[in-house]
């Protein structure tokens, strides 16, 4: 028991004392009125916020392995195991604690992790058919010449394909498994639509935009002005390339034909496989990054028979385990693939944020602009003459052929963007409306197995606006790396350590905060339309003249 010392066995200074402790008790009681509260719900959402974490490691593993490896996908026995995860009640939990956070930096997590909750709310419940399909086209295969050949497999024969009848054969020949694929795919997107309306929305649309805090009407009018500016330019470009290997016109000009067309073989002595890894590591040895040393970051570049041709990045354990996957099929394609996965891998490698959102849950627009920058070192022009061994005439072919390279791109999601709108706003005649918006980007003749593609070629959650969004935000990035550290940014390891801190915000930015970061006022695409400019001026004669009586 505790007792008062000696000296206070005194009642006038036991009065005193009793007085002094009582007003120190009120005073502490004041503070603790004033000082900032432990916000409500605190310890349920960093459980949930654990276990989400620990689902996505789960989720990328099994989705790398599938992908890689040909493995069966059963990501609905990790929904199923998280169920409690994603239910309306765990939503408006993390709505209601989003709106009372006072603190800035904890209603952003809050907001991140809450649009986190709702999509895999959605995703939980299409999860048995995704995993259908992502298993029926690991392991489905078309009859062709006799043989019998992985679906996965058939979009680099296009490429390869030198006979136009022969393309046409393979792209048909994918008819009965694209019906099949649709069939499912019809029912993913209802489950998607009428989820969003349970949960309050009055469209899927109107979910992405609050969730995404963007306006699609902005982007679709962004993409129609994109289709616009560059129609002339594509119009000249593609009529250039048709005219070249594949001997075409516009008017024999097929969806079938894309991949041969950008298969451009004429470039690929000077971008050999056996150069592939060294030149990649190379070149980020001169922003002063070893990629060699960075041990949580590895490169699977085997060849496999299940595995999808596409190269992509893993973000399993960001930042400790990154995993980027690329199957080769020889020259500069390769080389893009591999730099345009490197450049995500770098964004989470180098991630310095603790908080799970910062981490994992932002919109992809940030990232896939880091993707493209690096990426289009392939078509800077000091880079080339660094990296290659192409005379000068060639290495202006290059970059023209890049130029029209990047606009096809920017056109065709240009379109996607407009169709996914109509898709997810039930439009009718859908397969119809998405094969003519094909052919205005495309510039090509419309075939009949085009309309087939109108579900296969969708981009969950809008992520064709973030990739539209990305090139402009990339060409606003490479302008201030230039302005900043010369056209030979990529030799300086300033620029690294800019980048660097750039990457270490991990998926804390979103898109115009990237912007206004980098000192732009928002993501336009001014920028990107003056470097496609620019990248067709250098390829001409009349600008080799013109360097040439520069002072």
């Known amino acids: 028991m505790y007792s008062c010392p000696a000296f206070f066995q005194n009642d006038g200074l036991i009065r005193e004392f009793a007085t002094f402790c009582a007003l120190m008790v009120l005073g502490m009681a004041t503070l603790s009125s004033c000082a900032p509260q432990r916000p409500k719900y605190t310890e349920q959402i960093e459980n949930l916020r654990a276990r989400a974490e620990a689902l996505i490691k ?42 009372e956070e006072p603190d800035t930096v904890q209603k952003k997590r809050l907001r991140y992790f809450r649009r986190y909750l709702v999509t895999e709310h959605i995703a939980k419940e299409t999860a048995p058919l995704t995993d259908w399909i992502n298993n029926y086209e690991a392991t489905a295969t078309v009859a062709f010449d006799g043989k019998q050949i992985l679906y996965r497999e058939v979009p680099i024969l296009l490429a390869n394909a030198n006979s136009q009848s022969r393309r046409r054969a393979l792209y048909a020949s994918l008819d009965p498994i694209l019906d099949t694929l649709n069939h499912k795919l019809v029912e993913v997107e209802t489950v998607r639509r009428r989820m969003a309306k349970d949960l309050g929305y009055s469209s899927f649309n109107s979910m992405i935009e609050e969730l995404n805090n963007i306006s699609l009407d902005e982007i679709r009018e962004a993409a129609q002005q994109i289709l616009a500016a560059t129609d002339s330019t594509y119009t000249t470009l593609l009529a ?8 075409l016109t516009r008017d024999n000009f097929y969806w079938y034909d894309v991949a041969r067309l950008f298969r451009n073989r004429q470039f690929d002595r000077y971008f050999p496989e056996t150069s592939l890894m060294d030149v990649l590591k190379k070149s980020y040895r001169g922003l002063g990054i070893d990629i060699d040393a960075q041990k949580n ?25 990154i995993r980027l996957s690329i199957k080769p099929i020889g020259g500069i394609d390769d080389y893009a693939a591999l730099f345009h996965e490197m450049g995500h891998g770098q964004h989470y490698a180098n991630t310095k944020e603790h908080a799970f959102e910062f981490k994992y849950l932002n919109e992809p627009t940030v990232t896939e602009c880091y993707a493209f920058l690096s990426e289009y070192l392939l078509a800077n022009q000091a880079w080339l003459r660094l990296y290659s061994t192409m005379p000068i005439p060639v290495l202006k072919d290059l970059v023209r052929f890049q130029a029209f390279h990047r606009v096809y791109y920017v056109r065709r999601y ?30 090509c003749v419309n075939f009949r197995s085009d309309e087939k593609r109108y579900l296969i070629d969708v981009d969950e959650n809008f992520y064709s606006a973030a990739y539209l969004r990305a090139w402009f935000l990339e060409a606003q990035l490479n302008a201030k790396l230039t302005n900043d550290f010369g056209p030979n940014w990529f030799e300086h390891p300033q620029a690294g350590d800019y980048l660097r801190s750039l990457w270490a915000k991990g998926d804390s930015f979103n898109g115009n905060e990237l912007a206004h970061v980098i000192g732009y006022e928002t993501i336009a695409a001014d920028l990107l339309l003056a470097e496609i400019d620019r990248m067709i001026l250098f390829s001409t004669k009349q600008m080799a003249t013109r360097k040439q009586s520069s002072p």
């Open 240 to 247: 250039e390339n048709l005219a070249g290997e594949l001997k």
């Open 297 to 321: 970051l590895t490169i699977d570049a085997e060849q496999r028979e299940k595995k999808n041709r596409r190269a992509v990045c893993y973000a399993i354990d960001v930042p400790n385990d």
């Open 414 to 443: 240009a379109a996607k963007v407009v169709y996914e709108i109509a898709l997810h706003s039930g439009e009718s005649d859908l397969p119809a409306l998405y094969a003519r918006l094909m052919k205005r980007a495309i510039g």
């Open 58 to 99: 789960a989720q990328s593993l099994m989705a790398y392995e599938n992908w890689t490896f040909g493995k069966e996908s059963n990501q609905d026995s990790l929904y199923k195991a998280n169920a409690s995860l994603f239910t309306v009640d765990t939503i408006s939990l993390v709505t209601r604690a989003e709106k």
